[in-house]
């Protein structure tokens, strides 16, 4: 199993280390709750160094990146990032991700930690086979990425640099200097809804980042925060996670991801997607909380008021700020209008529910 | 953690402590903390007769649930329905306020194969 740069310095920190996509990841130091609500009311970090980063540059970069990904990469200007995925060739996904644009024909893709290898291949495969022959580079296991988050991540960091955090719009990042260290990527993204910067570091300075943020967030209390948290708080914002929500058979239209679904250019797989656009799709990933006392958990059933199986759960938890049990799952599509009226089959209890809009929480 | 001498424990992480025919059930120290922040406690066997080993309800933590275990034969005579409200209770006071049912003991040799607290503190550590 792999380790992150920072590993010891968690464990003497109190961490409980579990296995995820093939790394030893913090899951929580102190409580769950405890964490969600330091990044909903004030600032924590993440260690999300898992994360895989690939570097795509030449002068066909973006004719790459163009074909692989579904959102319309030639929109990105210097400076900005988008949120993407990578159809496959069969209706479903190979990943999600970030594109982020460096300068003109230097793109820097955030992958997810489980699919590095697979997202590798298959980026190359294509970077091959169509002859776009751009440089890539796997930049994971050199890279460390911490993600502060929360309504006081602004004040916190910005003690530490000079450059305007308040000028980074969301989805937006600089390159610069953050506390002593150089070409740190200081990017206005985040996976909790609750604001903040993910900062992209060599390893070896990543030690002296986290130890300045501290330092740094210490009047606002800020704390370390682990996988619980970041599934609660991203389940709150109703987020894919890759794997659950997501994956190798689910379309990005089934997924509610259209909008990233851009047929202004060609990419893997665009016709039959472009096809499913115009027939319709059988399924769609939906959002509901459960009023009573009742958690949904993933591959619970979901039930029609007949008791026909319409569907299943894919994510589930007990929402920390709403206090109830929230999910999202797949249900035929006569369901998925806002207001249907759905059950979950929670233990071979029925818990009446209903078709939500996202996110769940709102500021 | 804590592992009180007056107690005995099942591999299953339950605790278990004897009052003369009758006795409490709860999870342990360990148990919830493993768990993390126990957010619903699902009891619903009141007056069953359950063995040793079967379900008598499911703990959720925020990410995870977890079955219960009767750690030994008996009839469920009450449920802590104070858990229903405060299930935080559990990793507050796993052992005091966090009992979860208590039960008639029908097989009281089954006792001697629950561990003590040497026993338990070994298994956990």
Redesign the interface.
Known sequence: MKKVPLNDLHEKIGAKMVDFAGFYMPV?YS???EEHFAVRESVGVFDVSHMGEFVIKGEKALDLIQYVTSNDASKLINGKAQYSCLPNETGGIVDDLLVYKIADNHYFLVVNASNIDKDWNWISRWNKEKGFNAQMENVSDKMSLLAVQGPKALLTLQKLTKVNLSEIEYYSFNVGEIAGVNDVIISATGYTGAGGFELYVKNEDVEKIWNAVFEAGKEFNIQPIGL?AR??LRLEMGFCLYGNDIDDTTSPLEGGLGWITKFTKDFVNAENIKKQKETGVSRKLVAFEIAE???P?SHYAIENAQGEKIGEVTSG??S?SLNRGIGMGYVKTEYSTLGSEIFINI?DKKYASKVEKLPFFKK | MNFPENLKYSEEHEWVRVEGDVCYIGITDFAQKEL??I??V?IDCLNADLDLGEIFG?V????T?SDLFMPISGKIIEINKKL?TTPETV?KDAYGEAWMVKVAITKPEELAKLMDSAAYTQKVS
């Open positions: 929580r409580s769950d709750k619980g599934d609660t006392k009742g958690i958990r938890t007990m920390p233990r | 993390g922040d957010v619903y699902d499911t959720e933590a925020v990410k649930v229903v990793n």
